[in-house]
């Protein structure tokens, strides 16, 4: 679930959200009369590049607020006891 919202969802986004508004926009043509939009005009590239630039930007920020201290040691995830406790970064 993570990795979906890390990084597929902040990709997916601006074409998501395109999608939306050309369906929306298609349907408003079909009752009230226009032009449809020719999704495959669209500006595909443009929301590719917007899409990897705010998964980029999601990943920074990140490690930025999820970061620890670089003298900090990791304790990795084990099972005691019958449960699983996971990793965890001790601060010196």
């Given at each position: ?43 595909w ?7 990897a ?38 601060e010196?």
């Amino acid at each position: 679930m993570r990795i979906f919202f890390l990084y597929v969802l902040p990709f997916l986004l601006p074409l998501t959200a395109y999608l939306a508004w050309a369906w929306y926009r298609a349907t408003y043509v079909k009752k009230h009369g226009g032009n449809a939009p020719e999704i495959e005009k669209g500006p595909w590239p443009f929301l590719l590049f917007l899409g990897a630039l705010l998964a980029f930007g999601v990943m920074g920020a990140t490690a930025l607020i999820r970061g620890a201290d670089p003298d900090a040691t990791y304790t990795p995830s084990r099972y005691e006891d019958g449960r699983i406790i996971p990793g965890q970064l001790d601060e010196k």
